[in-house]
């Protein structure tokens, strides 16, 4: 994401930047030690690090952390996973070929993690993952399926309203009910036109190209679109519906997205 100009910047406190600076990758330690941080990049992995320092302990897994894996406290260990080897997703993304991309340790679709055994992990970390999932909901219960008792579900979400899709319709809950019941085969060709004329603007020819292009090689756009209450929403419907038992840690509002920190309990 682009640095926002110098009239978004503001002060960050001694206290917050001795916490946090440890966490933080070189570019916003350098930021921070001038006592100015940007409202970009660097505001966003510190609101993240510091969560994770508190919430984030034993060992986990990261969902397609890319090229933005979280910053983890030191009594946290990591393992990465990914769909696609770093070559593939080299490929696939060219637009990130300035940055590094964390090496997959584990080869498997987050949507299912077919490899991750039952009630195996203290946490999971899936930032800006689930609007990428065809099936959210089935997302978020294979992710619980996962996660032990007690265990953490660090998940961050962009409000709509901040990025790119703007222009774009909320889903709707009953929306992803229904790709969670049938299936997201019906309603994937809609989220790929929407996606090249509603964010990529294109003309009609263009479009229709890009459309299959998009669907050819299987690209994860944004599928869905939430609000901050829209995302509330979601997770209050997978509780009642899917049995999905969580409790709320902590809720973030930050830059462009929102922060939850769940924490899975035994059902009632």
Same mark, same amino acid.
């Given at each position: 994401?682009?640095?926002?100009?110098?009239?978004?910047?503001?002060?960050?406190?001694?206290?917050?930047?001795?916490?946090?600076?440890?966490?933080?990758?070189?570019?916003?330690?350098?930021?921070?030690?001038?006592?100015?941080?940007?409202?970009?990049?660097?505001?966003?992995?510190?609101?993240?690090?510091?969560?994770?320092?508190?919430?984030? #302990?034993?060992?986990?897994?990261?969902?397609?952390?890319?090229?933005?894996?979280?910053?983890?406290?030191? #009594?946290?260990?990591?393992?990465?996973?990914?769909?696609?080897?770093?070559?593939?997703?080299?490929?696939?993304?060219?637009?990130?070929?300035?940055?590094?991309?964390?090496?997959?340790?584990?080869?498997?679709?987050?949507?299912?993690? +077919?490899?991750?055994?039952?009630? #195996?992990?203290?946490? +999971?970390?899936?930032?800006?993952?689930?609007?990428?999932?065809?099936?959210?909901?089935?997302?978020?219960?294979?992710?619980?399926?996962?996660?032990?008792?007690?265990?953490?579900?660090?998940?961050?979400?962009?409000?709509?309203?901040?990025?790119?899709? +703007?222009?774009?319709?909320?889903?709707?809950?009953?929306?992803?009910?229904?790709?969670?019941?049938?299936?997201?085969?019906?309603?994937?060709?809609?989220?790929?036109?929407?996606? +090249?004329?509603?964010? #990529?603007?294109?003309?009609?020819?263009?479009?229709?190209?890009?459309?299959?292009?998009?669907?050819?090689?299987?690209?994860?756009?944004?599928?869905?679109?939430?609000?901050?209450?829209?995302?509330?929403?979601?997770?209050?419907?997978?509780?009642?519906?899917?049995?999905?038992?969580?409790?709320?840690?902590?809720?973030?509002?930050?830059?462009?997205?929102?922060?939850?920190?769940?924490?899975?309990?035994?059902?009632?």
């Amino acid at each position: 994401m682009a640095n926002r100009s110098s009239e978004n910047k503001r002060r960050v406190p001694e206290r917050l930047y001795q916490k946090a600076k440890h966490l933080l990758p070189l570019g916003a330690r350098v930021l921070l030690a001038n006592g100015v941080m940007d409202l970009g990049n660097s505001l966003t992995q510190m609101n993240r690090a510091l969560l994770a320092s508190k919430y984030l #302990s034993g060992a986990g897994i990261e969902i397609g952390a890319l090229h933005v894996p979280l910053k983890v406290g030191r #009594s946290a260990s990591v393992k990465y996973v990914d769909r696609l080897s770093k070559p593939e997703l080299r490929k696939l993304y060219p637009e990130l070929d300035a940055y590094d991309i964390v090496e997959p340790d584990i080869l498997d679709d987050g949507q299912h993690l +077919v490899t991750i055994e039952d009630l #195996s992990q203290d946490f +999971v970390i899936a930032n800006h993952f689930l609007e990428h999932c065809p099936n959210p909901l089935g997302a978020l219960k294979n992710i619980y399926r996962v996660l032990r008792v007690g265990g953490i579900l660090f998940l961050a979400l962009p409000d709509k309203r901040f990025t790119f899709d +703007v222009d774009r319709p909320v889903t709707t809950f009953a929306h992803v009910l229904r790709d969670y019941e049938e299936g997201p085969e019906w309603s994937a060709p809609g989220h790929y036109e929407e996606w +090249v004329r509603v964010v #990529s603007k294109l003309s009609d020819e263009e479009a229709e190209k890009n459309i299959q292009e998009l669907m050819g090689k299987e690209v994860w756009i944004h599928f869905h679109v939430w609000t901050q209450y829209e995302m509330f929403e979601l997770l209050e419907n997978a509780r009642k519906k899917l049995g999905l038992s969580f409790e709320i840690e902590c809720f973030l509002k930050a830059d462009l997205e929102g922060i939850f920190v769940l924490r899975k309990i035994k059902p009632f």
